[in-house]
Nanobody
Framework: QVQLVESGGGLVQPGGSLRLACVVSGSTLEVYAIGWFRQAPGKEREGVSCITTADSSKYYEDSVKGRFTISRDNAKNTVFLQMNNLKPEDTAIYYC??????????????????WGQGTQVTVSS
């Protein structure tokens, strides 16, 4: 089993920044990648970014490229999502998730085996 706990959400004005953290615990050796997803009210959950644990390969959804940066701190078993130049359309609950078997389809929620509880990000003036 793998447990994930997100933190760092909050209210920020357009153009502002937030850094989300995802602490991973449990059977971490079975984790191939950690992904960040978001879900806005009335919308489906969508992939935002992903980082592999073996070589830190990074992937981004097109709308966040150049604004969001994913990174990891192995010593702390933590994955971060630095979000800059936030826009109102970034408002959502953000989740991190752990994937055990890599197929390349990192954007698809059903590829992931474990999920955190989510943290709310609200971008509003």
């Amino acid at each position: 089993q793998v447990q994930l706990v997100e933190s760092g959400g909050g209210l920020v004005q357009p153009g502002g920044s937030l850094r989300l953290a995802c602490v991973v615990s449990g059977s971490t050796l079975e984790v191939y990648a950690i992904g960040w997803f978001r879900q806005a009210p009335g919308k489906e959950r969508e992939g935002v970014s992903c980082i592999t644990t073996a070589d830190s390969s990074k992937y981004y959804e097109d709308s966040v490229k150049g604004r969001f940066t994913i990174s990891r701190d192995n010593a702390k078993n933590t994955v971060f999502l630095q979000m800059n130049n936030l826009k109102p359309e970034d408002t959502a609950i953000y989740y991190c998730a752990a994937l055990r078997d890599w197929s390349g389809a990192w954007l698809l929620p059903d590829q992931y085996d474990y999920w955190g509880q989510g943290t709310q990000v609200t971008v509003s003036s």
